[in-house]
Nanobody
């Protein structure tokens, strides 16, 4: 079992930045590929970014590529999502997740955090 807890969300103006953290406990996070997803009200959960077990490979949704950066610290069992140049359309609940597969499909993730809200004002 892996427990994931996100933090770092909040209210920010358009053009601003936030850094989300995902603290893992239970199994060591280096066993898993880590992903970030987001879900706005009335919309399906969508893929944001993923990073392979040791950080060699990353993959981003087109909507965030060049603005967001995923990273991980396997020693401290934490994953991060640095979000820059935020836009109002980035407003959503953000979730981190862990998967044994290298995937962008939500259903293929085994463990999820509870989410942290990000609100970007125009």
């Amino acid at each position: 079992q892996v427990q994931l807890v996100e933090s770092g969300g909040g209210l920010v103006q358009a053009g601003g930045s936030l850094r989300l953290s995902c603290a893992a406990s239970g199994h060591t996070v280096s066993m898993y590929n880590m992903g970030w997803f987001r879900q706005a009200p009335g919309q399906e959960r969508e893929f944001v970014a993923t990073m392979s077990r040791y950080g060699v490979t990353t993959y981003y949704a087109d909507s965030v590529n060049g603005r967001f950066k995923i990273s991980r610290d396997n020693i401290n069992n934490t994953a991060y999502l640095q979000m820059n140049s935020l836009k109002p359309e980035d407003t959503a609940a953000y979730y981190c997740a862990a998967s044994r597969e290298r995937t962008s499909t939500p259903g293929e993730y085994d463990y999820w955090g509870q989410g942290t809200q990000v609100t970007v004002s125009s």
